[in-house]
């Protein structure tokens, strides 16, 4: 079984910061070799890649509208996969969610890190004054 429970998300001003948390609970094999990312989706728009992270930590993707504002990061021991937004921008509002490489599972998202499939809640970030 997987689950996937993400928090952090919230109401923040333009040019705020928040860190996003996702924990894969898993059981039955690693998720250390394995690829973990973040997507978001906002009312009437396409689903977006926004950053993943393969099993090494320096194989790291970021949209071109977060590069330089965002940074992932995981914590194997955990199984947690990390966002941390800073100068966000009322754009980045959306639910975001959080997708890791399951053998076998449907695919959610396919990002250059990998395919990733997800089944959570999400987390809401909104950015507004």
């Known amino acids: 079984q997987v689950r996937f429970v993400e928090s952090g998300g919230g109401l923040v001003q333009p040019g705020g910061s928040l860190r996003l948390s996702c924990v894969v609970v898993v059981s039955g094999f690693s998720l250390d070799y394995y690829a973990i990312g973040w997507f978001r989706q906002a009312p009437g728009k396409e689903r977006e890649g926004v950053s993943c992270?393969?099993?090494?930590?320096?194989?790291?993707y970021y949209a071109d509208s977060v590069k330089g504002r965002f940074t992932i990061s995981r914590d194997n021991a955990k199984n947690t996969v990390y966002l941390q937004m800073n100068s966000l921008e009322p754009e980045d509002t959306a639910l975001y969610y959080c997708?890791?490489?399951?053998?076998?599972?449907?695919?959610?998202?396919?990002?250059?890190?990998?395919?990733?499939?997800?089944w959570g809640q999400g987390t809401q970030v909104t950015v507004s004054s």
């Open positions: 992270i393969g099993s090494s930590p320096t194989n790291t």
């Open positions: 997708g890791a490489q399951i053998p076998g599972a449907l695919v959610a998202i396919t990002m250059p890190c990998g395919s990733l499939a997800s």
